[in-house]
């Protein structure tokens, strides 16, 4: 399990390495939009990953794209549908809620 927080509630739970961000955070409980079923289409779930970047997978070409769409993203910039966890805590701002 890694540890998962979300800012900015400050609220930490375990989360399971492999699955998505934008899984992770609705399991736990999170409201955050997701208008494309997590084909990295939308850009909805666009996250700011302030801490922990490095533990989670590489952004791949569909994420980079829509990203370099997208109006407000800087270098922290990720799309929770897209983000795979890995075994670090990872700290994360959540910019669109339902």
Request: hydrophobic share 40%.
């Amino acid at each position: 399990m890694t540890t998962l927080t979300i800012m900015p509630t400050g609220i930490t739970f375990e989360a399971e390495p492999g699955s998505t961000l934008l899984a992770a955070l609705k399991a736990a409980g999170a409201t955050i939009m997701s208008k494309c079923e997590g084909k990295g289409q939308c850009g909805a779930c666009h996250v700011f990953v302030h801490e922990g970047r490095k533990g989670l997978s590489k952004i791949q070409r569909t994420e980079n794209e829509k990203l370099d769409t997208m109006v407000g993203v800087g270098s922290k910039s990720r799309l929770a549908c897209q983000a795979t966890l890995g075994e670090e805590p990872v700290t994360v701002e959540v910019l669109t809620f339902v």
